[in-house]
């Protein structure tokens, strides 16, 4: 993943900034539980990216990866519609408890803009309910040059959204940003709705960690700058965590992307490690031995 990608990470302040106040309030809402739902992934499975992860003579990377891992940030449906015999056929491959937290496709987000999207929405449910509770929140990702100019846009979509199935936004455009009136009514639309609000760290774009959670999910999408800042991010984020499952935070979707992907798998052991310790879970490290292999290239 290239957004936000700068040439010299080590210059960049990575301190996360403070929690708003509106994730307080809403956590407040809630009761702390013991054992949040926790989901870490990768954001793709192909051998290509994930280079060095698959021991040699894998024949099918989706069922090795999903024996590693509890969840993927699924970015290929982001590229086109898959027919449903695909979901079907994802979700047989994998084990019971694994999910799948799929991008909607571009046409919907970049090309339409959310504007006559509602037989395409339609296609891409219809499909992705093929992959029964094996489906985890599905996000909306737009454009960098979608403003809030275009509120209107994606306040219709949102409010057509079906109620029943969980969805998260990422918006990019810098003017959500820094208009502090804009950013208040885009996420109150969000906490209405039970839409989680995506956070996104990286280096380039520290506007866009605006720690801001609009309902009980925090859906994080890291990207490491394949610098040795990237360990020392994931034990920040391992203490927020903390700090918001005290708060009453219950579930927690924490992706894992590198510049170069190859590392990925990495620092998704090291953080799911580092979780299970402080969060007193036994979420499976993925494969140690492959990763070691990685570590080595």
């Not at 774009?205 to 609009?214: K, Q, V």
Request: net charge positive.
């Amino acid at each position: 993943m290239k957004f936000g990608k700068v040439d010299h990470p080590a210059l960049v302040d990575f301190t996360l900034p403070i929690t708003h106040k509106k994730t307080i309030n809403i956590l407040n809402s809630f009761k702390e539980v013991s054992k949040p739902s926790i989901f870490v992934g990768c954001a793709k499975w192909n051998k290509t990216d994930l280079k060095g992860f698959y021991p040699k003579g894998t024949k099918d990377e989706l069922e090795y990866y999903s024996k590693q891992f509890n969840s993927i940030e699924l970015n290929a449906t982001f590229y086109r519609q898959f027919p449903a015999i695909q979901f079907e056929k994802w979700e047989m491959k994998t084990p019971k408890g694994f999910k799948f937290f799929p991008k909607l496709t571009q046409d919907i987000s970049h090309w339409k803009r959310l504007k006559g999207v509602q037989e395409s929405v339609n296609v891409y449910l219809e499909n992705s309910l093929k992959l029964q509770d094996k489906l985890g929140t599905i996000f909306l990702q737009m454009n960098s040059n979608f403003s809030p100019q275009s509120f209107n846009a994606l306040q219709n979509f949102v409010v057509s959204w079906p109620k029943g199935i969980p969805l998260a936004v990422e918006v990019r455009h810098k003017d959500w940003f820094e208009d502090k009136a804009v950013f208040e009514e885009y996420t109150k639309l969000l906490q209405e709705k039970n839409i989680a609000n995506i956070l996104v760290d990286t280096a380039g774009r520290r506007d866009m960690l605006h720690m801001c959670l609009t309902n009980n999910e925090a859906f994080i999408r890291f990207v490491g700058a394949n610098h040795k800042s990237d360990y020392d991010r994931l034990d920040a984020w391992v203490i927020r965590l903390k700090e918001w499952k005290t708060l009453g935070l219950e579930n927690i979707n924490f992706f894992i992307h590198q510049n170069l992907e190859v590392e990925s798998p990495l620092l998704a052991a090291y953080f799911i490690k580092k979780i299970n310790k402080e969060f007193n879970l036994n979420l499976k490290i993925p494969n140690e031995e492959s990763n070691q292999q990685m570590s080595l290239l």
